[in-house]
Each structure stands twice: as C-alpha cells, then as structure tokens.
C-alpha cells in the first residue's frame, strides 16, 4: 500500500507543485487548504507524513495549531513544517511543538522529497531495534543516526534533519576540522556561509539550553568547525 501524504496548503498552485512531486515519488497525496478541512478528515484517517503551512488562510498561525492537534492524535507522525516565514522564532516554535522539519518554500522539489524520504527511513527505524554499532557516543553526546535522535546527557535535544547530520559529521571524528562545504555535503543540502552559520549558532543555543556550559562545537576561524570531546 502507498504511503499517503497530507498536504495542508492555502496555495492552489504551491499545493499542486508539492502533490504532483509526491505522486510521481510512488506517494498517494490529499491535500486540504485550511485547519479545519485537514482535522476533519484527520480524525477519520491519519496520514502517513503532513506538510503544513503556517499560515492558513485566515489563521496566521493555523499550523502551529494544527500541529498540536495531531500530535494529540499521534505522538509518532511525521511533520514537516514548509513555510514563507524564514523566522528562527518560528522554526524554534515548530520544532517545540514535535515538527520533525522546518524548511522554507524556497528549496527545491528533489531537496523536499528527499527530505520526506528521510522521515520515512526513520520511521521504518523506529519499528525496529537499533543495533549498538550504529549508535555513536561522545562523552556526554549519543547521536542515533537511524532515529535521527540527538542526547546530551540524557536528554533529547531536538535538532532539525539538517542540524542533526551537521552534528554528526563533526561528532563523528571529533578534533577534526569540517568545512562548510563538508557540512553541506554531509546534511545534503546546498547552502551558503552565512546559513551553515546560522545553523551551527542554532545548535549550539539547543545544547546550551541543557548545559549551560556545552563548548564541545567550536569555530576553527577561516577553516569550518570540529568537535572536541
């Protein structure tokens, strides 16, 4: 059986592009213009994955509210926040609010399926054990690359898809130093300097607010970033 999709999008023509991307990937896709469309039919059958909007026809922050309505309905969906507003704030609130991704609508249509892709294979992971080899552990760090789960100390830090293979490209041979292009490579993406920066900036805020005293991801001036243990 396919997989469905849920798109929740108050563009027709936004809406169509993602649907049309999805169907030629082997998904099945329905797709809802507002919150109440998309929990009227939610509440009948859950999707497999949902991408939201934010903002939702009269409801600026209609997403926000539909993702705290279907994580009352299921703790494990995959959620995928794809929005205009390229806001830390907002990126920060979905992740918060149990969004696996918050990407922005200006990426490309293969970056976005590859991206769905890669929640599917963890939730395929998460029905299985984890074998121990594939668990890498730095100190008080433990990345499971099939979960896609980061832990500092105990506690899980919630890192975006990109956040969590920047982290492991560095966790994973620490005391060496990875460029930006490294990253980029390693998380799949094309981006310039400056959004390699923000992305390590926003990293080290989520270690440092468990561990005020996190320092373990530094800044090699001219040359990228490595973590020491």
Same mark, same amino acid.
């Given at each position: %059986?396919?997989?469905?999709?849920?798109?929740?999008?108050?563009?027709?023509?936004?809406r169509?592009?993602?649907?049309?991307?999805?169907?030629?990937?082997g998904?099945?896709v329905?797709?809802?213009?507002?919150?109440?469309?998309?929990m009227?039919?939610?509440?009948t059958?859950?999707?497999?994955?949902?991408?939201?909007?934010?903002?939702?026809?009269?409801?600026?922050?209609g997403?926000?509210?539909?993702?705290?309505?279907?994580?009352?309905?299921?703790?494990?969906?995959?959620?995928?926040?794809?929005?205009?507003?390229d806001?830390?704030l907002?990126?920060?609130?979905?992740l918060?609010?149990?969004?696996d991704?918050?990407l922005?609508?200006d990426? !490309?249509?293969?970056?976005?399926t590859?991206?769905?892709?890669?929640?599917?294979?963890r939730?395929?992971a998460l029905?299985?054990?984890?074998?121990?080899s594939?668990?890498?552990?730095r100190?008080?760090?433990?990345?499971?690359?099939?979960? %896609?789960?980061?832990?500092w100390?105990?506690?899980i830090?919630?890192?975006?898809?990109?956040?969590f293979?920047?982290?492991?490209?560095l966790?994973?041979?620490?005391?060496?130093?990875?460029?930006?292009?490294?990253? %980029?490579?390693?998380?799949?993406v094309?981006?310039?300097d400056?959004?390699?920066? !923000?992305?390590?900036?926003?990293?080290?805020?989520k270690?440092?607010g468990i561990?005020a005293?996190?320092d373990?991801?530094?800044?090699?001036?001219? %040359?990228?970033?490595?973590?020491?243990e």
């Open positions: %059986m396919k997989r469905l999709i849920a798109i929740v999008e108050d563009e027709a023509a936004i169509d592009n993602y649907a049309a991307a999805f169907t030629r990937e998904y099945s329905r797709c809802y213009a507002n919150r109440a469309q998309a009227a039919a939610f509440r059958r859950l999707p497999d994955l949902a991408v939201i909007d934010i903002s939702l026809e009269e409801e600026p922050e997403g926000f509210e539909l993702c705290r309505e279907l994580r009352a309905l299921s703790a494990e969906l995959p959620i995928i926040f794809l929005t205009a507003r806001s830390e907002d990126a920060v609130s979905g918060r609010l149990g969004a991704d918050f922005t609508k990426l !490309s249509l293969a970056h976005l590859a991206r769905v892709n890669a929640l599917f294979r939730v395929d029905r299985r054990p984890a074998a121990a594939e668990i890498t552990h100190g008080a760090l433990t990345l499971d690359p099939e979960r %896609m789960q980061a832990q100390d105990g506690n830090v919630l890192l975006s898809l990109t956040e293979w920047i982290v492991h490209a966790a994973r041979h620490p005391g060496h130093v990875r460029s930006r292009q490294q990253l %980029m490579d390693a998380a799949n094309v981006l310039d400056n959004t390699i920066t !923000s992305h390590v900036k926003r990293i080290r805020r270690f440092q561990d005293k996190f373990c991801l530094q800044t090699v001036y001219g %040359m990228g970033y490595r973590w020491v």
